[in-house]
């Protein structure tokens, strides 16, 4: 299979098996008293969401308040939910890995970049921090049983939710891993139903039942957080986002080690049109000795891992990695939707206007970084989202990309 009909069948795939939810109108928190008064089939989903939420609130042994709403518990990290797996119980977390050849500490991020440690308060050592879930955030999904994780089937049709991107990637070869600085802005969402996101994937298995991903970067998801500001998000799944995996540490799988971090907590700063630029630098990469997929955020500051346990083609290496943007397009009133990509902005109006990814790389079976040399960029819609690559010495290969959705030439 060629790498342009093999994108173009992932891109299919994320269609068809994307992270879209649909809404569910329901009530607030209520009073025992009013509850009687409410269908009994509504009374049953509340006591199913709040065990639920039981399961993976763990408790905390400290409680933050961040300035934008959420609430970060700090949890020992031997009782996250990582550890509920049945592949998992009993373990604690590893010790930090051997680092890919040829990295680099960059003057970069720092670990301060999310609303809830501007504070200055933080989770102590041994704990990690994970945003509480509310009975608010699980009554916006459809269902609670899926709550968090991408829903398996869709509409095909074209009027339905569909998915639409503009990514640079390579295929072809065994990739060990990625790294990538990703620029991060607060694009425009039109709809509670609509997601704008940027991210990184590293993919292995045929595009059916089998297919592995590993997930990281940015997004803006109405329905999964109720807000509109960029989220640190990760996600994983070994059986084509069938029955497996989940959004951050909303099911059990990725362990984290980092207790200054919040998966799922809001990004700060950001970006602006023609001001002040802000990325955050991700590296993805498979740990020679034992095998894991660790995730290291910024200059030196590791995230934690999802543990090769967890999938099948993965156990081995990728066989393709994406980088770039992805919305969801619901078609209000029967047109294409103003939701955007990246900063909102064609990928031609370049720095400070348009988003980026820059420094691309991959880790070869060497557990060496190397610059992309074959990267390939596609915009499924180009009217409406577009992208740009190049090169050069400071920012190795890079690409620009994103848009604002519906125009005169994209109706």
Known sequence: MSSSCLIFTFILLLCLFSSSFSSSASPQNSTSENETLRPQKEIQKL???????????KPAIKTIQSSDGDIIDCVPSHHQPAFDHPLLQGQRPMDPPEMPKG???E?????????????GESCPEGTIPI????????????????????????????????????????SGSQYYGAKASINVWTPRVNSQYEFSLSQIWVIAGSFADDLNTI???????????????????????????????????????????????????AISPVSSYKGGQFDISLLIWKDPKHGHWW??????????????????????????????????NTRPDGSHTSTQMGSGHFAGEGFGKASYFRNLQIVDWDNTLIPISNLRVLADHPNCYDIRGGVNRVWGNYFYYGGPGKNSKCP
């Open 47 to 57: 006591k199913l969401i709040r065990k639920h939420l039981q399961k993976i609130n």
């Open 131 to 170: 945003r509480r879930t509310t009975e608010q955030d699980m009554l916006r999904a459809t269902s609670f049983r899926r709550f968090g994780r991408k829903i398996r089937r869709v509409r095909r049709d074209s009027s339905s939710n569909g998915h639409e991107h503009a990514v640079g990637y390579v």
């Open 215 to 265: 997930e990281a970067g940015w997004q803006i998801s109405p329905e999964l957080y109720g807000d509109t500001n960029p989220r640190f998000f990760t996600y994983w799944t070994s059986d084509a986002y069938q029955a497996t995996g989940c959004y951050n540490l909303l099911c059990s799988g990725f362990v984290q080690t980092n207790n200054r971090i919040a998966i799922g907590a």
């Open 107 to 119: 003057n970069e991020s720092h670990e301060d970049f999310q609303l809830w440690s501007l504070s």
């Open 295 to 328: 995730l290291q955020f910024g200059s030196g500051t590791l995230v934690g891992y999802w543990p090769i346990s967890l999938f099948t083609h993965l156990r081995e290496h990728g066989n393709m990695v994406q980088f770039g943007g992805e919305i969801v």
């Open 103 to 105: 990295y680099s500490q």
